[in-house]
């Protein structure tokens, strides 16, 4: 995931250098977007991956953290993206900031609330 983080945040780059954005159609706005996503959400998961492992410290459970941390960097990864892109169109003010922010942490605690077992099963 490091690897593939990393090839997205040079294909990022590549963007970002070679187009000029008020000139740019509607594909490499897309590819723009879509590499950025890609790019934090894999670098959020390796972080948040590498700090969970550091502060659980059991190698037999850790890797069931994966889906956790890899969840959580959806969600932050879209809220960011999506506020760039309202950013862009000019929409982006506080109050649906803090409505945005609001509705991605109603998201994470729906998620988490809904599980249907508890960590404690899978550790014997």
């Not at 590498?50 to 956790?68: A, G, P, S, T, Y």
């Amino acid at each position: 995931m490091s690897l593939a983080a990393s090839l997205c945040w040079i294909a990022w780059f590549f963007i970002m250098l070679s187009t000029d954005p008020t000139q740019s159609n509607t594909l490499i706005i897309v590819f723009f977007y879509f590499s950025l996503y890609l790019a934090i959400l894999g670098t959020f998961s390796v972080i948040g991956f590498l700090i969970k492992m550091k502060v659980i410290k059991n190698d037999e459970i850790i890797f069931r953290h994966v889906k956790k941390t890899f969840r959580q960097s959806i969600i932050l990864a879209s809220l960011i993206v999506l506020a760039l892109f309202l950013l862009q169109r000019d929409l982006l003010t506080w109050w649906n900031s803090i409505l945005l922010a609001l509705l991605f942490v109603v998201l994470e605690g729906v998620i988490f609330t809904n599980r249907h077992y508890k960590n404690n099963d899978y550790v014997k």
